[in-house]
């Protein structure tokens, strides 16, 4: 069993920038791919961007050139640089990790963007 803990959600005003985090219980993150999923009220939940093994990152449209997915293996942790952001990006914002066996999510963290 693998434990996530999200941090880093919060009240931004637009065009501002937060970092969230993802913490790993233990050493999985070089093993499987990782993604950051958002989910805005009255919507589905929506991959945002991942990241291999290897390092190689995808992002959703919107979300190119504006946000950053990395990893460090060493503190188990997972991270999302999110800039210039706007109202349309408030949603709760979740990591998400597959094995063959097992899909895991954190419990999510908000990020606000007020009109």
């Known amino acids: 069993q693998v434990q996530f803990v999200e941090s880093g959600g919060g009240l931004v005003q637009p065009g501002g920038s937060l970092r969230l985090s993802c913490a790993a219980s233990?050493?999985?993150?070089?093993?499987?791919?990782v993604g950051w999923y958002r989910q805005a009220p009255g919507k589905q939940r929506e991959l945002v961007a991942s990241i291999t093994r290897y390092g190689e990152s995808n992002y959703e449209d919107s979300a190119a050139g504006r946000f950053t997915i990395s990893r460090v293996s060493a503190k188990n942790t997972v991270y999302l640089q999110m800039n210039s952001l706007k109202p349309e990006d408030t949603a709760v914002y979740y990591c998400n990790l597959v094995t063959p066996t097992t899909t895991y999510w954190g419990q999510g963290t908000q990020v606000t963007v007020p009109a």
């Open positions: 233990r050493s999985i993150f070089s093993i499987y791919p």
